[in-house]
């Protein structure tokens, strides 16, 4: 079974950091596209960041490029999501998803975590 389990929200004043992680289980994990999506109250879950199995190639969306980075260690079945200089508008919930393909659509997502809450406050 597939399980994906997110850590390091929290609540951090704009400007500051958090480092969020995803541990993934019950596939092999190296073969996977990770990708990190948030959702905010009332607005549709968006895409942040994916990172390809290998790790070689990355993507962002333009709101967090230059401020987020996303990486994966495979021998520890873990992909981060290291983020700095946090806005308010970066509070959400944050997922990670495994796929196989790599894009910024949620649909191509197979396997999600449960989310890890982030609050940035002004």
């Known amino acids: 079974q597939v399980r994906l389990v997110e850590s390091g929200g929290g609540l951090v004043q704009a400007g500051g950091s958090l480092r969020l992680s995803c541990a993934a289980s019950g596939r092999t994990f190296s073969s996977d596209v990770m990708g990190w999506f948030r959702q905010a109250p009332g607005k549709e879950r968006e895409f942040v960041a994916a990172?390809?199995?290998?790790?070689?190639?990355?993507d962002y969306s333009d709101s967090v490029k230059g401020r987020f980075t996303i990486s994966r260690d495979n021998g520890k079945n873990t992909v981060y999501l290291p983020m700095s200089s946090l806005k308010p508008e970066d509070t959400a919930v944050y997922y990670c998803?495994?796929?196989?393909?790599?894009?910024?659509?949620?649909?191509?997502?197979?396997?999600w975590g449960q989310g890890t809450q982030v609050t940035v406050s002004s």
């Open positions: 998803a495994a796929g196989t393909r790599f894009s910024r659509s949620d649909y191509s997502y197979d396997y």
């Open positions: 990172i390809s199995g290998s790790g070689l190639f990355t």
